[in-house]
């Protein structure tokens, strides 16, 4: 199997209820990380290197600021006469909201139905990861299996509402718990699943005949004795935003070297919509300090241990620590962040003082005035 064998398909608004302070106005595809990406980034571009030359992506509301990050998806070599990015808001004749992946799967089934691939890769945004499928596509392969889902071991990212598999040494899929979670190692799911684009097609008639809407229950585990189920354990680094607590700590891993290196590879980069900057700048006696920030940054505080997205402006005597700050934020002077996160456009006066805790950051709302 070769990527151009298999089409992406993007769900940019599941899970959105887990970080209602950051998807206010943004899909979950499109809340920032790390000082210049999308969360979309990440799994768009684990498809454009697998050589998949064909993604769709399914939104619902809010997804202005996505539409607007993806373009015509020139920054992940997807705009092209043919192939390429496909948006996909999943509304059918009536115009009616969508109550799951069931439907919005439905709701596009003429472009499933049109398409030529013989394979499909379905996959959430909410997980920060740099996979190669290549390796996911020969493992379906050699297994001969129907499905293959994603998986990775350790402790539950969400002890309530995640998906645990059981899968035998052949790597075989035996019992699937939903919404279960665990709070102690187990197999539990990071939303991608591959399979064949006639099968998906056949399962989601199915499911829509008999008025079935979940898709891990309907689709999935309702067919767990029928089909050959296979699970591919990932080892790498991987976040995924199950609460915004864990959104802050996911950026705050970026801090260490060795996870830098494991989600951002040379060969195998993550790709974002490029925005022409000039080059931070550090005035006298400013400090900066285990941080990442961004281009189009003024500096002329004191930063450690931040993440400061492009133009924002610290200013004289500011002290950010610990700190999560979004495009276009102004700091004022002698103003003091401690486990903040900033949406966009935040202004903070003068001689402000704002702290949280590493377990409950304090967040401020998009264009916020503090």
Same mark, same amino acid.
């Given at each position: 199997?070769?990527?151009?064998?298999?089409?992406?398909?993007?769900?940019?608004?599941?899970?959105?209820?887990?970080?209602?302070?950051?998807?206010?106005?943004?899909?979950?595809?499109?809340?920032?990380?790390?000082?210049?990406?999308?969360?979309?980034?990440?799994?768009? @571009?684990?498809?454009?290197?697998?050589?998949?030359?064909?993604?769709?992506?399914?939104?619902?509301?809010?997804?202005?600021?996505?539409?607007?990050?993806?373009?015509?998806?020139?920054?992940?070599?997807?705009?092209?006469?043919?192939?390429?990015?496909?948006?996909?808001?999943?509304?059918?004749?009536?115009?009616?909201?969508?109550? /799951?992946?069931?439907?919005?799967?439905?709701?596009?089934?003429?472009?499933?139905? =049109?398409?030529?691939?013989?394979?499909?890769?379905?996959?959430? #945004?909410?997980?920060?990861?740099?996979?190669?499928?290549?390796?996911?596509?020969?493992?379906?392969?050699?297994?001969?299996?129907?499905?293959?889902?994603?998986?990775?071991?350790?402790? @539950?990212?969400?002890?309530? +509402?995640?998906?645990?598999?059981?899968?035998?040494?052949?790597?075989?899929?035996?019992?699937?718990?939903?919404?279960?979670?665990?709070?102690?190692?187990?197999?539990?799911?990071?939303?991608?699943?591959?399979?064949?684009?006639?099968?998906?097609?056949?399962?989601?008639?199915?499911?829509?005949?008999?008025?079935?809407?979940?898709?891990?229950?309907?689709?999935?585990? %309702?067919?767990?004795?029928?089909?050959?189920? #296979?699970?591919?354990?990932?080892?790498?680094?991987?976040?995924?935003?199950?609460?915004?607590? @864990?959104?802050?700590?996911?950026?705050?891993?970026?801090?260490?070297?060795?996870? %830098?290196?494991?989600?951002?590879?040379?060969?195998?980069?993550?790709?974002?919509?490029?925005?022409?900057?000039?080059?931070? %700048?550090?005035?006298?006696?400013?400090?900066?300090?285990?941080?990442?920030?961004?281009?189009?940054?003024?500096?002329?505080?004191?930063?450690? =241990?931040?993440?400061?997205?492009?133009?924002?402006?610290?200013?004289? /005597?500011? +002290?950010?620590?610990?700190?999560?700050?979004?495009?276009? #934020?102004?700091? /004022?002077?002698?103003?003091?962040?401690?486990?903040?996160?900033?949406?966009?456009?935040?202004?903070?006066?003068? =001689?402000?003082?704002?702290? /949280?805790?590493?377990?409950?950051?304090?967040?401020?709302?998009?264009?916020?005035?503090?």
């Amino acid at each position: 199997m070769r990527g151009n064998e298999v089409i992406g398909i993007l769900f940019a608004y599941v899970h959105e209820e887990r970080v209602r302070e950051l998807t206010q106005n943004r899909v979950m595809a499109s809340i920032p990380f790390g000082g210049r990406y999308r969360l979309v980034d990440f799994p768009l @571009s684990n498809m454009v290197n697998s050589g998949m030359n064909k993604v769709g992506v399914i939104t619902e509301e809010n997804y202005q600021s996505l539409m607007d990050h993806l373009g015509s998806g020139k920054a992940w070599d997807l705009s092209r006469k043919s192939e390429g990015l496909y948006m996909l808001p999943p509304f059918g004749a009536d115009t009616r909201r969508t109550d /799951g992946k069931i439907e919005s799967l439905a709701s596009i089934m003429r472009f499933l139905q =049109n398409s030529h691939e013989e394979y499909v890769l379905l996959s959430d #945004c909410d997980t920060v990861m740099n996979i190669d499928y290549r390796d996911v596509f020969k493992f379906h392969t050699d297994k001969q299996a129907d499905i293959t889902v994603i998986y990775r071991h350790g402790m @539950s990212p969400d002890t309530d +509402k995640n998906v645990v598999y059981t899968v035998d040494p052949e790597g075989v899929v035996r019992d699937m718990l939903i919404k279960r979670g665990s709070d102690a190692d187990c197999n539990y799911a990071v939303g991608m699943r591959l399979m064949k684009r006639s099968l998906l097609i056949r399962l989601v008639n199915d499911c829509v005949a008999r008025n079935m809407t979940d898709f891990d229950r309907d689709l999935m585990q %309702r067919n767990l004795g029928d089909l050959r189920i #296979c699970g591919y354990e990932y080892t790498g680094a991987a976040y995924t935003i199950t609460s915004f607590s @864990s959104y802050f700590n996911a950026n705050m891993a970026l801090m260490d070297p060795k996870v %830098r290196g494991s989600l951002f590879v040379p060969d195998h980069p993550i790709y974002t919509k490029v925005r022409d900057e000039m080059p931070a %700048r550090y005035g006298l006696g400013s400090s900066a300090s285990n941080s990442i920030i961004a281009d189009g940054c003024i500096i002329d505080g004191e930063v450690e =241990n931040c993440i400061l997205f492009r133009g924002v402006k610290v200013k004289k /005597g500011a +002290k950010l620590k610990n700190c999560v700050i979004m495009q276009n #934020c102004v700091i /004022g002077e002698n103003t003091k962040l401690d486990y903040v996160v900033a949406d966009k456009n935040v202004t903070f006066a003068d =001689n402000r003082t704002m702290a /949280g805790y590493q377990t409950y950051p304090v967040y401020v709302a998009k264009g916020g005035q503090v």
